[in-house]
C-alpha cells in the first residue's frame, strides 16, 4: 500500500523526522480510505 505514495517508495528526505512525517501521513491516507468498508 505504502508504495502507492511516490516520496515514499524511494526514500528522498534526507531529515529521517521529514521521513517519518510522511509515513505516518500515509498510513493515515490508507487507513481513512479503508474506514468506509467497515462501518
Do not use: Y
Amino acid at each position: 500500500w505504502l508504495a502507492a505514495f511516490g516520496k515514499l517508495r524511494i526514500r528522498f528526505e534526507r531529515a529521517v523526522e521529514t521521513h517519518v512525517a510522511l509515513l505516518s501521513l500515509a498510513c493515515c491516507v490508507i487507513c481513512c480510505r479503508a474506514l468506509p468498508e467497515f462501518c
